[in-house]
């Protein structure tokens, strides 16, 4: 949703009906994840998309007829399926796809939503999108970290358990279909919930500012990062020379990490890309980094000498060998990459393929699923 987030609160704020049709689980290799959104708007333009092409047509004419019905629909696309067939799902995925009807009376928690992504509030969005009584279906609840829960999906036992799986959700930054019990029974079936978790940003955290980070952190901005370039040298770390990043900030590298961790602004979800190759900013700011208790990614820029001599260095400035082997250095990829803007690329392939366990070999190459599941959480389905 946040992608078409404008143009819904748009239609919105002016009264209109919009046909909202959302990706709420993905099977196999589905082209899109769970969360993606195309719009039906009054004017009957089409905004976004849930499954880059395949399915747009047929999700289209669904939204126009539950704008017109007001009930809303959970449809299953799939290469099963006849109808996908039809409308063009080759490509080997299953997509269950809810539609509902949007506006101010249907939907008037929008404006809350929009307040906290604007604000970079963490907030979940629960929708009931299946159940055996007609009467919840699309029911939904807002679950903030810290705070009792907004609306109520029908029952204390439902809501309660939503709002766990969902501050869950919130903490890993991803959107899921969760199942339970009609009444919201652990070990149930028969209600289907989709949450969307609308988490900040993952932080990016670029260490040197060089032209290299300089393309780091455009294709960071582009995988939706916020990010943040780091030099201790006020005359190259400046927003004129890096336009894509969120903030510039001149500090020494390692003072600036430590209070970065120090006011909780560290997470499981943050990468580090040390580009400086320099020992006397990399090896403080790697002293830091590799004792950080939980973070995604921490890449070294550097030549094989260079990684070997730091190896060294930290070593004798008393890191492990466990704390080590979380480096990745020398950072990213072989592809070959010469440029900043390859090499960028190199980097932001190693991140991607750590996050979701990928083997970085070419797909054709490779055998089995291409598209590997997220890490699972409680009755996700």
């Known amino acids: 949703m946040r992608e078409v987030l404008p143009e819904l609160m748009e239609w919105w704020r002016a009264g209109e009906t919009i046909g909202v049709g959302t990706v709420v689980a993905t099977f196999q290799s589905a082209p899109r994840p769970a ?11 089409a905004v976004g998309s849930v499954s880059g092409g395949c399915v747009e047509g047929a999700v289209y004419d669904l939204a126009q007829e ?33 539609v509902e009807k949007v506006n101010r009376e249907t939907f008037p928690e929008l404006e809350e939503v929009a307040a906290d992504l604007e604000a970079g509030r963490p907030v979940a969005l629960a929708t009931v999108v299946e159940h055996p009584d007609p009467a919840w279906l699309g029911r939904r609840v807002l679950v903030r970290p810290d705070q009792e829960l907004s609306g109520t999906l029908g029952s204390p036992r439902a809501d309660d358990a939503v709002r766990d799986d ?24 028969g209600m289907r919930v989709f949450v969307w978790a609308f988490a900040p940003k993952p932080r990016m955290l670029v260490f040197g500012a060089i032209d ?4 780091v952190a455009r294709v960071g901005s582009f995988l939706g990062y916020h990010v943040t370039v780091c030099d201790a040298r006020p005359v190259f ?36 890309c ?30 094989r000498r260079t990684h070997e001599d ?25 592809l070959g990459a010469r440029t900043p803007e390859e090499t960028a690329i190199s980097i932001a392939a190693e991140i991607v393929a750590g996050r979701w366990g990928g083997s970085g070999e070419p797909l054709g190459a490779t055998s089995g699923r291409i598209h590997h599941p997220r890490p699972r959480l409680g009755a996700e389905v």
Not at 35 to 45: E, F, I, N, T, Y
Request: charged share 25%.
């Open 274 to 303: 040390v580009l400086t190759h320099d020992p006397k900013f990399d090896v403080p700011l790697l002293e830091v980094a590799l004792r950080l208790d939980d973070v995604a990614y921490i890449g070294a820029m550097g030549s």
């Open 35 to 45: 969360g993606a959104s195309m719009l039906v708007g009054p004017d009957g333009s």
């Open 166 to 189: 969902a501050l869950g959700l919130l903490e890993s930054g991803h959107n899921a279909t969760l199942g339970y019990g009609p009444d919201g029974e652990r070990r149930g079936e």
């Open 237 to 272: 770390a400046t927003s004129t020379r890096f336009p894509e990043a969120d903030e510039v900030v001149v500090e020494w590298p390692h003072r600036f990490l430590e209070a970065e961790r120090e006011a909780g602004r560290i997470d499981s979800r943050t990468v580090l």
């Open 310 to 334: 730091r190896i060294t260095r930290l070593k004798e400035a008393g890191l492990t060998d466990d704390e080590i082997a979380r480096l990745s250095s020398p950072i990213g990829l072989d």
């Open 66 to 98: 539950v704008v017109e019905d007001g009930t809303p629909v959970l449809k299953r696309y799939g290469i099963s399926d006849e109808t996908a067939f039809s409308v063009g799902l080759t490509c080997g995925g299953i997509l269950d796809v809810y």
């Open 212 to 215: 290299f980070a300089a393309a």
